[in-house]
Structure formats: structure tokens, C-alpha cells
């Protein structure tokens, strides 16, 4: 079992999650972050932590953003490890509550970084 990272994330790309993770699963991505099902210990630590309600145990993850555990397993194998928090994206206030914004993903890695 893991957990996923869903669509609310997008654009918004907080990372209190990343600070509680035991295991180092997170993934960045430019406008993303993406959680590692082989490294997830399922433990469900992040899952309060984001402010966006955008982190869900795979078994509970909604059907319309079913996509995002394929997102998830694919872009983790190609950005790089995050495991200190970083600031939130400049925008992050007005994307959180914005809806159907997957078109926005961007699949380049984190900033400062190569996958």
C-alpha cells in the first residue's frame, strides 16, 4: 500500500509533508510533489500535514484522480529525492482552491535540480 500525491498539489507544492516522512518518499517536481510507492511505508504521517488535502492512502484516493498513482510511481523514478521543507510556490494561495488544473502538471524536475 502506498500513499499518493493527487491533483491539488499541483501549482501549490507545499512540503510540510516532507519534513514527517520517516523514509525519504518524496519526489520534486517543478510544480509537484510525487510520493515513491516502493519506498512508502504507508505510515500516513503526511496525510495531515498538507494544507491542501492533496495526500490520499492509495485505497482511498478519489476516482477522478486515479491517473495520479501512475503519476505518482512514474515521475518519482525521475526527480529527485526532497526531504527538507521548501517554501510553497509564489501562487500557492490562489491554486489551492482552483479545480481540474492536471493540464498545469509540469513533469521537469524541482528547481536547482536534475533527475
Known sequence: MT?????????????????VCPV???H???????IDPDECIDCGAC????PVDAIFPEFELPERWSE???LNERLS???????TKKDA???AAS???VQSKREQLSEAPGPGTEA
Open 3 to 19: 500513499h499518493v500525491v493527487a491533483e491539488p498539489c499541483i501549482e501549490c507544492k507545499h512540503t510540510d509533508c516532507v519534513t
Open 24 to 26: 525519504d518518499c518524496f
Open 28 to 34: 520534486e517536481g517543478e510544480n509537484f510533489l510525487a
Open 47 to 50: 496525510v495531515p500535514q498538507c
Open 68 to 70: 495520479y498513482l501512475e
Open 77 to 83: 523514478q525521475v526527480w529527485p529525492v526532497l526531504s
Open 89 to 91: 510556490l509564489a501562487g
Open 95 to 97: 491554486w489551492g482552491s
